[in-house]
């Protein structure tokens, strides 16, 4: 079983014919088509890639790829903790892991390009070759340096995901579609999701904020934030392989138990019955 211990590697391959991998669970793939034509297949759906594609792979994807013209690959591999939060460093990394739970928990995981967006796509392959390029040079900036290009590549990616995401035209304004993106980025962020800031962050009154989110979004606030918390419980024991009293604990539930009641309430199938199907696959 190929599974990954460190927390970050680059590797560029070139490769003729795809062999079978039989990963591990516990990092995420970003792979870049640096040259080559051919398809990707993600569970069993199948989408063509050429020069420049991009795509993200959450761990325990079943992915191959069906090489038509060799086909250069650079895969940059990160675990769960990448992100996790250090002392010695000017940027909060603990809240930018917000962006993979972000990314894990809306992106819609379906083979294709994962950057829509041309200019994005051109600044990320830009900071991709500069991540070759440092990776190679090795001093003792190289660590801080790469984790805030990852930084930068995830806010990229997270922008692509959101514009991918359905029912804006829903609401009756882009400022409660600009409520639910922020709820989102910062779901485990108790502060910054609290009635209140966001009440001062979108200029609603008080008085009026259960009122105006359940005729927006269809169900109370508090339906709204259980409801994202479980999906991303779910895409956390899908796509990792993070302990339950870890994934409970991270999303603010007072342990394993209750996570796999509400899950149970919500979705008819408890963690292990969700991470199992994930293993069987």
Request: some cysteine.
């Amino acid at each position: 079983m190929e599974t990954t211990h460190a927390p970050f590697s680059i590797t560029l391959t070139e490769l003729e014919y795809w062999e079978k991998r039989n990963r591990g669970n516990n990092y995420f793939e970003l792979v870049y088509i640096v040259d080559g034509e051919g398809a990707q297949c993600v569970n069993y759906s199948r989408s063509a890639y050429r020069k420049d594609s991009i795509f993200l792979l959450p761990a325990s994807d079943c992915h191959t790829y069906e090489i038509e013209k060799k086909t250069t690959f650079l895969f940059i591999r990160f675990t769960a903790n990448y992100f996790a939060g250090e002392q010695d460093t000017a940027i909060d990394l603990g809240k930018w892991f917000c962006r993979l739970n972000f990314i894990l928990g809306n992106y819609n995981r379906l083979p294709g390009d994962l950057i829509t967006n041309p200019d994005d796509k051109a600044h990320i392959i830009r900071l991709l070759d500069f991540l070759r390029f440092e990776q190679q040079r090795r001093d003792a900036h190289t660590h801080r340096i790469i984790q805030s290009t990852m930084v930068i590549i995830l806010e990229l990616i997270v922008r692509n995901v959101a514009a991918a995401m359905p029912n804006r035209q829903l609401y009756e304004g882009n400022r409660f579609a600009e409520m639910l993106l922020h709820i989102n980025y910062h779901l485990l962020d108790e502060e910054q999701i609290s009635p209140q800031y966001l009440c001062r962050q979108f200029n609603i009154a008080p008085t009026y904020f259960s009122e105006y989110f359940k005729r927006n979004a269809q169900e109370t606030y508090q339906e709204f934030v259980l409801r994202s918390k479980l999906k991303l419980a779910e895409a956390k024991a899908l796509y990792t392989d993070i302990p339950f009293k870890e994934i409970a604990y991270d999303l603010g539930f007072t342990d394993s138990s209750h996570l796999n009641k509400m899950m149970k309430r919500f979705y008819r199938k408890g963690m292990r019955e969700i991470r199992k199907a994930a293993t069987a696959a």
